[in-house]
């Protein structure tokens, strides 16, 4: 049960992580240039 746990986790931060490089690779993330926070 706590294997299942870990690799939810573990899941979820590779999600976020593929998300926020698709993003940056596309421009739009906060850094690069992409324009994020000003």
Not at 4 to 33: D, N, R
């Amino acid at each position: 049960m706590i294997d299942m746990i870990v690799i939810l986790v573990i899941a979820v931060f590779v999600l976020l992580g593929v998300k926020s490089t698709i993003k940056h690779f596309k421009g739009e993330g906060a850094c690069c240039g992409g324009g994020g926070g000003s």
